[in-house]
Structure formats: structure tokens, C-alpha cells
């Protein structure tokens, strides 16, 4: 066997033994959060609105997980900087002129 099809079967195997890897622990870690659905709850996580196991999961892997840490102290950070800026009243027609332009887009 050519040494790149041996190189590339070595690959393969790797890759197939890490997915495995993964699966196996979100099998035997079902309670805990991962990047994806940090991201996914962190609007949740920062407003309070978890249950405590899901709040709990997203801490721990808050505490072990730099990136995620860090785009949720980002999101945090621009969320209290965007609720400094005065409120914004919108006209009494903007919905209805909304909704109306969404129904003639979806035309």
C-alpha cells in the first residue's frame, strides 16, 4: 500500500476513534452543557431564566472553557452597554407596516 493511502487511512481511523470519543462522553455526560449550546442559552443563562441543572451545567463549563467564557462576558458586556442608550419609541403604525411588508415579500 502507497504510503499517502496509509497516511490517509491513519487519518481516517483518527478521525473515526475522536468521534467515537465524542459520542461516548455526551453518552456518559448527558447533563452537561457544550460550546454549541452555551452559545445557544447564553441569552437565557445571563437573564436567569434556566433551570437550575441546565444553569449549573452552563457554569461548569463556563469555568473550564475560555472561548465560551469570554463571549459570554462579551455578550454581557454589549447587552449592559446597549440598555444605557435611551429607549427608543416606535410609531403606532410600525408593526401593522412591517407585517405588511413581510407578506408582500413573501409573495
Not at 22 to 42: I, M, Q, W, Y
Request: charged residues 20%.
Amino acid at each position: 500500500m502507497p504510503a499517502v493511502a496509509v497516511g490517509w487511512t491513519c487519518v481516517y481511523n483518527i478521525l473515526g476513534v475522536i468521534t467515537v470519543i465524542g459520542l461516548l462522553h455526551k453518552l456518559f455526560h448527558r447533563g452537561d452543557a457544550d460550546c454549541n449550546e452555551v452559545r445557544k442559552l447564553s441569552s437565557d443563562y445571563l437573564e436567569e431564566d434556566l433551570a437550575p441543572t441546565k444553569r449549573s451545567a452552563i457554569q461548569a463549563h463556563l469555568s473550564n472553557c475560555g472561548p465560551c467564557r469570554a463571549f459570554v462576558d462579551t455578550l454581557a458586556s454589549t447587552i449592559g452597554i446597549l440598555s444605557r442608550f435611551p429607549k427608543v419609541s416606535t410609531p403606532s403604525t410600525f408593526h401593522d407596516s412591517v407585517m405588511e411588508r413581510i407578506k408582500q415579500e413573501k409573495k
